[in-house]
């Protein structure tokens, strides 16, 4: 009969049957097209049964244990490709034919009986499948994000991410507060993580994981709803046919602060609405780890673009200076307004009081107007723009303008951009802000901390 590739792994048939099947071919029971290369087959992995012709010497004299392990080697070898009966047998019938010197039925009979013994295996397997599906389905309610599998970082400033899982080890990047990185091992009192740029090793004493972090990331991570529609309708209530609260263009950002039946609750300047799960993707945002070299870059670019910012803000400011001031009614109650900027000093101060000049002019969803009409981010892109720095009409794309200010509000001055849910606006001192608020306010100064601030960016 023709022979059939069939390869026997190691794993299939445990170690004693694999040393039976090594020592049979290799004291020539077996006979192989390639019987030197068996001659120490202990080392092997894998033994290739269309290499062997047939086996040789007196009956009982290893031919009943090849038998059973070519045999067991073709079960196992079916119930890990998931072949059907039909395979199986004829894989036994090749095993067997090959094994013993005996004719169809006889073979036919061994087929057979191992068919009858993959069955009742495979009962065993389906069990023990069903019941590891029912444990991955209650870890899965339990943990729906796997948060489990996070290390976050419990420390006061930031812990170093190291090469190696030692003190001496070089610090390949920093991993701050409440920060979070992927699980990948645990070396020796430290955690092997992967987190944004960087993979190395944290000390443990200042992270946790399990079920620690299932509680922790909880509370650090942010729960967020980007749109994926052109504009997004937020409602008052949890109901498409509720009153339409306000609007938000794609790809902005929401926080969000309740999900519900389908729907998710979600801060706008308008207030707090809702909108369907249609219409969103749902995320769990956390900080990341920074590498030593992205740290260096982003100094680095912070301080070009300040340097930046400052010369081209001196360039605008000669070319207003060169202007005539004109005024109007609008310009006498802004000029009022700018009389409450509090602190600071130099180009962020200057921004301030620019913005606060058009206080109580209207508020257009999509605009850019500071005069005409605007909404929130327009309004600050265009405040900037007079100062010669281009920023994106989007409060979502604001947070990552300029540099950082550590802190948050605590330490916000005067022309930094304080962003929102949603919402962005220009911080003017004294815990107050000048924003674009709604359509039924308009320019309006306000207090800073009306909701909760997710970044506070500074330009200059």
């Not at 405040?383 to 950082?404: C, I, K, M």
């Amino acid at each position: 009969m023709a022979l059939k590739k069939v390869r026997i792994k190691r794993a299939w048939i445990g170690a004693a049957a694999w040393v039976t099947l090594v020592s049979l071919m290799a004291a020539g029971t077996v006979q192989t097209d390639e019987m030197e290369a068996y001659a120490s087959a202990a080392a092997a992995e894998t033994i290739d049964l269309s290499i062997i012709t047939k086996p040789t010497g007196p009956a009982g004299n290893g031919t009943k244990e090849l038998k059973d392990i070519v045999n067991c080697a073709g079960a196992a070898a079916a119930l890990e490709e998931k072949e059907t009966p039909g395979v199986v047998a004829e894989l036994e019938l090749v095993g067997a034919a090959l094994a013993m010197d005996v004719d169809d039925s006889g073979a036919k009979h061994a087929a057979v009986s191992a068919v009858a013994a993959i069955n009742e295996g495979q009962e065993s397997v389906d069990e023990i499948k069903e019941a590891q599906l029912v444990s991955e389905n209650e870890a899965l309610a339990k943990d729906p994000e796997h948060f489990s599998e996070l290390v976050i970082a419990d420390v006061t400033d930031y812990v170093n991410v190291r090469a190696i899982p030692d003190t001496e080890g070089e610090v390949v990047g920093k991993l701050y507060d409440n920060s979070a990185g992927e699980f990948l091992d645990e070396e020796d009192g430290w955690y092997k993580i992967r987190s944004g740029n960087v993979t190395g090793y944290v000390k443990a004493e200042y992270c946790v994981t399990g079920e620690d972090a299932i509680e922790l990331a909880k509370k650090v991570g942010t729960r967020m709803a980007t749109v994926n529609t052109t504009t997004l309708k937020v409602r008052t209530a949890p109901d498409i046919e509720s009153e339409v609260l306000g609007l938000v263009p794609e790809n902005e950002d929401l926080v969000i602060l309740e999900e519900v039946d389908g729907f998710v609750k979600v801060s706008i300047e308008e207030g707090n609405g809702y909108v369907s799960t249609d219409f969103v993707d749902i995320r769990t945002d956390f900080v990341h780890a920074e590498s030593v070299a992205e740290e260096k870059a982003r100094l680095e670019k912070e301080q070009a673009e300040r340097e930046a910012a400052r010369k081209a803000a001196e360039e605008a400011a000669k070319k207003n200076a060169a202007k005539k001031k004109t005024g109007t009614s609008k310009k006498s109650q802004g000029a009022s307004a700018a009389a409450q900027v509090s602190g600071g000093s130099g180009l962020g101060a200057d921004v301030a009081r620019f913005a606060c000049q058009f206080v109580g002019n209207p508020y257009v969803y999509g605009g850019s107007s500071l005069t005409e009409g605007t909404d929130c981010s327009g309004f600050v892109m265009s405040v900037y723009s007079n100062f010669g720095v281009n920023l994106p009409h989007s409060s979502t794309s604001d947070r990552a303008v300029g540099s950082e200010v550590a802190g948050g509000i605590a330490n916000a001055e005067p022309g930094d951009i304080l962003c929102y849910s949603g919402h962005v606006a220009i911080y003017i001192g004294d815990g107050k802000i000048v924003h674009a608020s709604t359509p039924s306010t308009g320019i309006v100064i306000g207090n800073a901390n009306y909701r909760g601030v997710l970044a506070v960016r500074r330009i200059f």
